[in-house]
């Protein structure tokens, strides 16, 4: 049987990885044999099935332990995955199984204090695989993935990043050997605010996961959310999401502007819904004066609730508060005169939460005359025999 040149040269990059990890001479080897990026979709490498092939030499050509011959069958989703393939069938390598090297996140914002495996950090540092990431009610955090895309840890969330690696292998067209991204988040409370860019190969699509569901991502913007005893939430606001349930593993697929609730103990009841529209918010700056700095905004139809989140800058990546409003107004008195970014969603009658509308908001602090008036008659001062306001 004669092997395919790119196959030739999973198995040369196999063996350079294995090298360099036994005689330490990884960074050498990786630079002679260099993973170049790229910046489109890129058919993944696939080997075809020939007269007198075995699995274990269909295993090596396709540079993957023969032992693991049932995953290669299962990702091909092949019915008898004991016998070899007919001639013809072309197979799929599973890069998840190849030899891989470490990737890293950048923790490129940070509002108040955030928590990396216990500690507080600030942004600019690296996070590798098994790193958990905690906010707090008034915090926030921005992480970028190898391949350029953004999850946002809103407040009084914990995620761990359970995967984050590159898995070196052939460009099954040109035969050049290209860094394949595989990534994978664990929300154990809380919410994200995920934008997916696709510009670099993946050996398959961003997951989140849950305790009760899957999320499959590709080149999407989406939300998902997550409480113990409550449903999971997904909402795709960019794109198409895949959601599976862990326990049954059905799959169901979302696509932009539909929602789902996900109740671990009714997975039958699962719905696509589809997302309310943007509240109507106008476009224009609203100044409100301290210390009463109370906001109010235009009621939306079939809204049963409100998420408002307040930021510090126009993208949202400075988050100092998130919460859930049963009506259309808010007390802004605690964030402190400035200008603010507001961000409203309305909220439907099961939990999911409708496209952003944005808005600014300037807070002004209490003339001064005021300020004292009332600090003097909160302390009983008079003037002049009489209290001074």
């Known amino acids: 049987m004669s092997d395919s040149a790119p196959f030739r040269a999973i198995r040369r990059a196999r063996t350079a990885v294995l090298l360099g990890l036994c005689l330490g001479l990884l960074s050498p080897l990786i630079h002679a044999q260099r993973a170049e990026p790229i910046h489109h979709e890129v058919p993944p490498p696939s080997y075809t099935v020939q007269s007198g092939d075995t699995l274990a030499n269909i295993s090596q050509a396709m540079g993957v332990p023969v032992q693991e011959w049932a995953q290669v069958a299962s990702y091909n989703q092949l019915l008898r995955n004991l016998q070899v393939p007919a001639p013809g069938t072309v197979l799929r390598v599973p890069l998840q199984l190849l030899p891989h090297k470490p990737a890293t996140a950048l923790l490129i ?128 606001l960019r794109g198409a999401v895949s959601h599976t349930d862990r326990k049954s593993r059905t799959e169901i697929a979302l696509q932009a502007g539909e929602g789902l609730v996900m109740d671990a103990a009714q997975p039958e009841a699962r719905q696509v819904s589809r997302l309310l529209p943007a509240p109507q918010l106008g476009s224009q700056t609203t100044t409100l004066s301290l210390p009463h700095a109370i906001w109010s905004f235009p009621a939306q139809a079939d809204a049963h609730a409100y998420r408002v989140i307040v930021s510090r800058d126009p993208g949202f990546e400075t988050v100092v508060s998130s919460e859930l409003l049963q009506l259309p107004h808010k007390d802004m008195g605690s964030l402190g005169d400035g200008l603010w970014h507001v961000r409203v969603r309305s909220v439907d009658r099961h939990g999911l939460e409708g496209f952003d509308a944005d808005t600014s908001l300037l807070i002004q602090a209490a003339p001064l005359s005021l300020s004292r008036c009332m600090w003097r008659a909160a302390g009983n001062r008079y003037c002049n025999g009489a209290l001074c306001c």
């Open 109 to 236: 914002q940070t509002v108040g204090e955030v928590r990396v495996n216990g500690r507080i950090v600030e942004a600019g540092i690296r996070l590798r695989e098994s790193t958990r990431i905690q906010t707090r009610n008034d915090s926030s955090a921005v992480i970028e993935l190898d391949d350029g895309s953004r999850i946002q840890i809103m407040p009084r969330t914990v995620a761990d990043i359970v995967e984050n690696r590159h898995h070196p292998a052939p460009d099954a067209a040109s035969g050049r050997v290209v860094n394949w991204f595989t990534s994978k988040l664990r929300l154990v409370q809380g919410a994200l605010d995920s934008s997916i860019d696709l510009i670099a190969p993946r050996a398959k699509p961003l997951e989140v996961e849950t305790a009760d569901s899957l999320i499959g991502v590709r080149g999407t913007q989406f939300r998902v959310t997550s409480a113990q005893a409550q449903p999971d939430r997904i909402e795709v």
